[in-house]
């Protein structure tokens, strides 16, 4: 009795398909949950599958990815895909605990041991209302320049090397003292309290002097 009752419960289980590996071939990324073109196996076509990710995080895998297919109640015609992989970019030699996010041209986010993350790419883009850093010891940046589209406002000392240009705008205008060491101050002319001293002249005992020579 119990060899029919077997043999009954495997001729029902190939009736069930299970979980089993595929191909995917194209990717439509529009719809509320990401529908996939799958090849199976035998050269099976499956049109339709729903690409299920988490919450939060999405993903349009190139064609030729790795899926794995789970046949909702054992129905191929219900296939969802909850994993996908691709071997020849999927970046590797990662630490035990590291984490990575990558795509096939190279660009990559890596969560490292030491609490470091890197990032690499082309460009980097960020928009947002408001940007914070908080640094507790140093930014730094490496870079030939860095350009800024309006103010820069600085709350604590500036130093620089290599001297500094400015212009444009209503000039440049200093709160405070100003003290120049070594160098030479070049001008067309100087105003001090009202006085151009380029072209001042003054009272003197043998009358008006003349303006200023070099």
């Not at 073109?37 to 988490?54: P, V």
């Not at 191929?76 to 996908?84: L, Q």
């Not at 993350?117 to 947002?128: F, G, H, Q, S």
């Not at 060491?181 to 070049?186: A, F, L, P, S, W």
Request: hydrophobic share 35%.
């Amino acid at each position: 009795m119990w060899n029919k009752v077997n043999q009954r419960i495997q001729q029902a289980l190939q009736n069930i398909r299970q979980a089993f590996r595929t191909i995917t071939s194209a990717t439509d990324s529009s719809t509320k949950v990401q529908m996939l073109q799958l090849k199976g196996l035998a050269g099976e076509n499956l049109d339709g599958a729903e690409y299920f990710q988490h919450y939060g995080f999405t993903s349009n895998p190139l064609a030729g990815s790795m899926g794995i297919a789970i046949p909702l109640n054992g129905s191929t015609s219900h296939t969802v895909i909850v994993a996908t992989e691709h071997g020849a970019y999927r970046l590797t030699a990662l630490k035990p605990g590291e984490v990575a996010l990558y795509t096939d041209e190279g660009a990559k986010i890596v969560m490292k041991r030491g609490r470091i993350i890197e990032t690499e790419c082309d460009i980097y883009r960020v928009k947002c209302k408001t940007y914070e850093v908080e640094a507790e010891q140093s930014a730094g940046f490496t870079t030939p320049k860095v350009t800024a589209s309006q103010e820069v406002i600085v709350a604590g000392k500036i130093t620089g090397n290599g001297g500094m240009a400015v212009s444009g705008g209503e000039g440049t205008a200093f709160t405070g003292n100003v003290t120049h060491t070594g160098g030479t101050i070049t001008s067309v002319d100087v105003t001090i309290n009202g006085i151009k001293i380029g072209t001042h002249k003054h009272n003197t005992p043998d009358g008006m002097s003349d303006i200023p020579v070099n």
